[in-house]
């Protein structure tokens, strides 16, 4: 399998896509085809283990990759999870389930993909005859910077340097990243917000200099965001899994449609989902939900990408975006695989802040996909109603996607296919929001919101949280994003 670069400069290995992270063209990493999945591989996947499930998906992308090595590497990411099955399917009432992917050592959906990626990485530059020193840069809106730093600490060969908007993340997401122990992790607070910090993140990618300077050093970039196909992938799998779990239980017939409704931002995870469906998962309608910030719920509606609008804190701070990176590899299907297409768009988003689609475009895509948004007041009466329906607690990123999910299930009755919800985080990741939807207290320390969570749930605390209270604050420092490069050189210096 070949990857070529969204804007046409490149064509490359699975390995070498991985070991790179994006092309030096500035664009995204995409398979050169989308390999199927038979019916047959769909019923031989029914009896496996999730780490199976994944290894098996997997490698019809990274062909170059041994399968027995890939499932091995599964078997060791996925062992960490505390609940023994890395995706559980929970049924929460007829038609409607939750995917639940905050079982891992951070609590949130990024574990899937990062507690993977080390491998990936390390195989994929052994495979491309990399033999410098790996350094990770990656902007994180909350969870992303958690799960990479768990993953690669202490990994010999690689240094991680995270960088998160200062105040634009949970209390908890902070503290989880400021306590990060390992002796080749850095984190640093950057001014500005999320797409800010982002965008400087990408200049020292695609800037030259940088990357001559770094290899001068002894040092190749790479990427754990999910611009890096090697972060997207293992995403892909949990789709599978969940559909065959439907299967296997007697919920449905295998060759019945699924919708998935999922919290969305920088567009990863529901992009996984549409891959999925590329490969011949029999995946219906994907409902794409947002908070506040509505750009994507604008862009399905109009076909319209518009970033000049005011950016909003919310409660749900991992989708407060509004450059979803992904969405390059989405227009890239749908611009019928143009690099001039995608070329042309993204110069007008770097230089005008907007773009717009062609109208049969916008038409193809909305037979896929379905957006809302759901603002601050909606989030809180969505985690208390469900709550009071089910008993089931609910993170506020996750409360976005089943709001979404209920007003699209209600405005579209004849579509009888099953609804999952991709749960992305375990409520105790924003203990505080989630306790005052659920009970109207506003307790101001999280742990103190913790303990009373789970004295109104009786849902288990995870292990990984309850322990931040006594760890070591090592990660304080705030610099400005024009100073981030000067801030990865003092990091590689140190040796």
Same mark, same amino acid.
Request: with cysteine; hydrophobic share 40%; proline share 4%.
């Given at each position: 399998?070949?990857?070529?670069?969204?804007?046409?400069? &490149?064509?490359?290995?699975?390995?070498?896509?991985?070991?790179?992270?994006?092309?030096?063209?500035?664009?995204?990493?995409?398979?050169?085809?989308?390999?199927?999945?038979? !019916?047959?591989?769909?019923?031989?996947? $029914?009896?496996?283990?999730?780490?199976? @499930?994944?290894?098996?998906?997997?490698?019809?992308?990274?062909?170059?990759?041994?399968?027995?090595?890939?499932?091995?590497?599964?078997?060791?990411?996925?062992?960490?999870? &505390?609940?023994?099955?890395?995706?559980?399917?929970?049924?929460?009432?007829?038609?409607?389930?939750?995917?639940?992917?905050?079982?891992?050592?951070?609590?949130?959906?990024?574990?899937?993909?990062?507690?993977?990626?080390?491998?990936?990485?390390?195989?994929?530059?052994?495979?491309?005859?990399?033999?410098?020193?790996?350094?990770?840069?990656?902007?994180?809106?909350?969870?992303?910077?958690?799960?990479?730093?768990?993953?690669?600490?202490?990994?010999?060969?690689?240094?991680?340097?995270?960088?998160?908007?200062?105040?634009?993340?949970?209390?908890?997401?902070?503290?989880?990243?400021?306590?990060?122990?390992?002796?080749?992790?850095?984190?640093?607070?950057?001014?500005?917000?999320?797409?800010?910090?982002?965008?400087?993140?990408?200049?020292?990618?695609?800037?030259?200099?940088?990357?001559?300077?770094? !290899?001068? @050093?002894?040092?190749?970039?790479?990427?754990?965001?999910?611009?890096?196909?090697?972060?997207?992938?293992?995403?892909?799998?949990?789709?599978?899994?969940?559909?065959?779990?439907?299967?296997?239980?007697?919920?449905?017939?295998?060759?019945?449609?699924?919708?998935?409704?999922?919290?969305?931002?920088?567009?990863?995870?529901?992009?996984?989902?549409?891959?999925?469906?590329?490969?011949?998962?029999?995946?219906?309608?994907?409902?794409?939900?947002?908070?506040?910030?509505?750009?994507?719920?604008?862009?399905? @509606?109009?076909?319209?990408?518009?970033?000049?609008?005011?950016?909003?804190?919310? =409660?749900?701070?991992?989708?407060?975006?509004?450059?979803?990176?992904?969405?390059?590899?989405?227009?890239?299907?749908?611009?019928?695989?143009?690099?001039?297409?995608?070329?042309?768009?993204?110069?007008?988003?770097?230089?005008?802040?907007?773009?717009?689609?062609?109208?049969?475009?916008?038409?193809?895509?909305?037979?896929?996909?379905?957006?809302?948004?759901?603002?601050?007041?909606?989030?809180?009466?969505?985690?208390?109603?469900?709550? &009071?329906?089910?008993?089931?607690?609910?993170?506020?990123?996750?409360?976005?996607? =089943?709001?979404?999910?209920?007003?699209?299930?209600?405005?579209?009755?004849?579509?009888?296919?099953?609804?999952?919800?991709?749960?992305?985080?375990?409520?105790?990741?924003?203990?505080?929001?989630?306790?005052?939807?659920?009970?109207?207290?506003?307790?101001?320390?999280?742990?103190?919101?913790?303990?009373?969570?789970?004295?109104?749930?009786?849902?288990?605390?995870?292990?990984?949280?309850?322990?931040?209270?006594?760890?070591?604050?090592?990660?304080?420092?705030?610099?400005?994003?024009?100073? $981030?490069?000067?801030?990865?050189?003092?990091?590689?210096?140190?040796?």
């Amino acid at each position: 399998m070949k990857f070529i670069s969204t804007r046409g400069g &490149e064509c490359v290995t699975g390995a070498q896509a991985i070991a790179q992270g994006i092309a030096c063209d500035g664009g995204l990493f995409v398979p050169e085809t989308f390999p199927p999945v038979s !019916k047959e591989e769909l019923e031989a996947m $029914l009896p496996m283990s999730y780490a199976e @499930r994944a290894a098996a998906v997997l490698y019809k992308y990274l062909d170059d990759y041994d399968l027995e090595e890939l499932k091995a590497a599964c078997e060791k990411a996925y062992g960490k999870f &505390e609940e023994g099955d890395a995706a559980p399917l929970v049924k929460i009432d007829t038609s409607l389930y939750m995917l639940e992917l905050f079982h891992g050592p951070t609590c949130a959906f990024k574990d899937l993909a990062l507690t993977l990626l080390p491998y990936l990485l390390r195989k994929g530059c052994d495979l491309s005859g990399i033999k410098e020193q790996i350094l990770i840069l990656v902007a994180t809106s909350g969870d992303t910077g958690k799960a990479a730093l768990e993953g690669f600490k202490d990994a010999e060969g690689v240094k991680i340097m995270v960088f998160y908007p200062h105040d634009g993340v949970s209390k908890m997401q902070k503290l989880q990243m400021a306590t990060q122990e390992g002796k080749n992790v850095n984190v640093l607070g950057v001014r500005g917000n999320f797409d800010e910090c982002q965008s400087a993140v990408k200049r020292i990618f695609t800037d030259e200099d940088c990357r001559e300077d770094l !290899k001068k @050093r002894g040092y190749i970039l790479s990427s754990a965001n999910s611009i890096n196909f090697g972060r997207l992938a293992p995403q892909i799998a949990y789709y599978f899994s969940a559909y065959l779990d439907l299967v296997s239980s007697g919920q449905i017939e295998l060759g019945d449609k699924v919708n998935f409704a999922v919290p969305t931002g920088n567009f990863g995870n529901i992009l996984a989902a549409y891959y999925a469906k590329r490969m011949g998962l029999p995946v219906g309608k994907l409902i794409c939900a947002s908070n506040k910030n509505n750009i994507l719920t604008d862009f399905f @509606r109009t076909g319209v990408y518009d970033k000049r609008r005011e950016f909003y804190k919310t =409660m749900s701070p991992s989708m407060d975006i509004l450059i979803s990176s992904n969405l390059e590899r989405l227009l890239f299907e749908f611009a019928e695989r143009s690099p001039v297409r995608v070329s042309m768009r993204m110069q007008k988003l770097a230089e005008e802040g907007m773009y717009r689609l062609y109208e049969d475009e916008l038409e193809a895509m909305q037979q896929e996909f379905w957006a809302d948004f759901c603002d601050e007041e909606q989030t809180v009466e969505t985690i208390y109603d469900f709550f &009071e329906e089910y008993q089931y607690p609910m993170d506020t990123h996750t409360a976005c996607a =089943m709001y979404a999910a209920s007003v699209y299930m209600a405005e579209n009755k004849k579509d009888g296919a099953p609804m999952v919800v991709v749960s992305t985080a375990s409520p105790y990741k924003f203990p505080q929001d989630v306790m005052y939807a659920i009970t109207g207290n506003d307790i101001k320390d999280s742990f103190k919101a913790i303990k009373h969570l789970n004295i109104a749930t009786a849902m288990k605390v995870p292990a990984s949280l309850a322990g931040l209270r006594d760890k070591p604050v090592r990660f304080t420092a705030v610099a400005d994003r024009e100073d $981030l490069y000067a801030n990865v050189l003092s990091f590689v210096e140190k040796g």
